[in-house]
């Protein structure tokens, strides 16, 4: 197992408790690390066999918390970023 770590990457978040806390997003550094079986990709060198494209997890976490809300960091970070990363990585590559 292999591990992929993408560091401090920035994002924009409507975060608080009050209403005035979440009324405009806040700054969020955000570090993931994506553990993964990279055998097939290694041997290959091409990004459709059985790898982490983390172009597209950067951009969807960047784009993770446009529009939405949360009251706890708990919530957004644990919980819905980490299944959206998850969901990025299990999605079927093209």
């Known amino acids: 197992m292999s591990k992929i770590t993408i560091v401090d990457l920035e994002i924009f978040c409507s ?15 955000a570090t993931v690390d994506m553990q993964f079986d990279f055998s097939s990709a290694s041997v290959s060198d091409r990004i459709e066999k059985k790898t982490i494209n983390y172009q597209e997890v950067a951009q969807a976490m960047l784009k993770f918390g446009e529009g939405r ?10 919980s819905n970023m980490a299944d959206m990363v998850f969901e990025t990585n299990t999605s079927p590559k093209q």
């Open 69 to 78: 809300s949360w009251k706890l960091m708990e919530k957004t970070g644990v």
């Open 15 to 29: 975060v608080g408790v009050s209403e005035e806390e979440r009324a405009k997003p806040q700054r969020l550094l």
